[in-house]
């Protein structure tokens, strides 16, 4: 009987993969709560409230230009915290990461607006946006690795919680704004409802740290700290990785592109096209709750055949849906914008992007895998920020026509992934502790 028990209780190292884990996701979330929650305020809120001498598209662009922001801010905060992680540990810089992004997004819930202080508002905003931005930067990287260098196996499926606390967060940001409007009203909802998200974010900080104090340091981390040299992170990454980044960056564009145009950019053109802004946002709750499993079954897949078969499927398949998604958003249908959202969000999508965490994870040696895995991820995701923005100025140029136009530059950036991913050897299978192979193809399986 003591020998059952003995086996039946959980050894260390579980304990601290399910909390890490756990941890993974819940911080995941919370980040994308606010980060995303700002996404989704740009697109039907924030034209109408911090840019109110603009014409409609004008301040659509203006808009999705602070939004961008913060995504041309990422790569930084990836560099910055993933050089301390490198450094000094995975945890410390999750605490902070997750500390700045609550404390940041409480400060936009109480901005003052355009009529209030005028421009000033607009440059707060974007400042605002920018420490956002390195913020979830830093995040990534580190929840990524936590759960990737605490996995013996599955790596992908539970690297994959971090990516799925994304659309969780984006669920929470849109029902927190749906529910908001609900109850408060339009006209009160631009007046002041829409901050009451962004002051959640107190709340969720304190259960987040609460969950993310409990996990230990990665014993790959704490491996590879024994007898670690001096060597900048970042210069061990460019001048030993530069091909595994330019791939991780090239096989990310396109699922970035896509979520920044399913999730922001369709977002304002649904609304714009005649649809309701509350069947939008009923629509784009429902794609992002159901890409939650999708995104850890596809990563599960990825675990049994590699990562690149189902990175692939999803690129290909993402080309050929750019060309029928505004069609189906512009018929004038609630049911067929919904459909269009969840076969892009939440089928489609998650196949590019569910297995990105495992996979940027395995390009880079343990001494500079935050820094690395950051930067790469990071650079691709400026494909969500810009995406969004790009969109709105061809219709602004066009007249609010062009949509043919942007299904063509969507198209062409899953090519890109296409033959990136060709390119890229299998990662799977590769040892954390050990270092990627040098030379023309670093990681092809045997």
Partial sequence: MAGTAASSTPSPRNVQLRRAVTSSFIGSVIEYYDFLLYATASAVVFSR????????????????????????????????FGHFGDRLGRK??????????????????????YEQIGSWA???LVLLRVLQGVAVGGEWGGAVLMSA???????????????????????????????????????????????????????????????RLRVEETPVFAAARTGSGGKLPLLDVLRRHPRNLLLAVAVGLAAFVAQGTLTTFLIAHGVQAGH???????????SSALAVPAIVGWSALSDRVGRRPVVLAGAVAMGGFAFVLFPMADAGS???????LVLGQSVIHPMMYGPLAALCAELFSTRSRYTGASLGYQLAGLGAGLAPLLF????????????????????GF?????????????????????????????????
């Avoid at 309701?276 to 429902?286: C, D, I, K, S």
């Avoid at 609630?334 to 269009?340: N, S």
């Avoid at 890109?416 to 390119?423: E, K, P």
């Fill in 334 to 340: 609630a049911l067929l914008l919904t459909v269009a």
């Fill in 122 to 124: 607009a440059v707060m």
């Fill in 276 to 286: 309701e802004r509350q069947t939008v946002l009923n629509a784009l709750t429902l």
């Fill in 414 to 446: 899953c090519a890109l992934t296409v033959v990136s991913i060709l390119m890229l050897g299998e990662t799977r299978d590769r040892d954390l502790t050990e270092k990627p192979e040098a030379g023309r193809r670093p990681l092809i399986r045997s």
């Fill in 49 to 80: 409230v911090f840019f109110t001498d603009l014409d409609p598209l004008a301040g659509t662009v203006a808009s999705l230009g602070t939004f961008a922001a913060g995504y041309l801010a990422r790569p930084l905060g990836g560099v910055v």
């Fill in 149 to 211: 260098e605490h996995a013996t196996s599955r790596r992908g499926l539970w690297a994959s919680f971090t990516n799925a606390g994304a659309p969780f967060g984006m669920v929470l940001s849109t029902a927190a704004l749906t529910g908001t409007g609900a109850v408060v009203g339009e006209e009160a909802f631009l007046a002041w409802g829409w901050r009451v998200p962004f002051l959640l974010s107190v709340v969720l900080l304190a259960v987040g740290l609460f969950v």
């Fill in 92 to 113: 410390r810089m999750l605490v902070m990461t997750m500390t700045l992004m609550g404390t940041v997004s409480f400060l936009i819930g109480v901005l003052p607006t």
């Fill in 392 to 411: 709105a100025e061809i219709q602004r140029a066009t007249g609010g026509s062009g949509t043919l136009t942007i299904s063509v530059v969507v198209a």
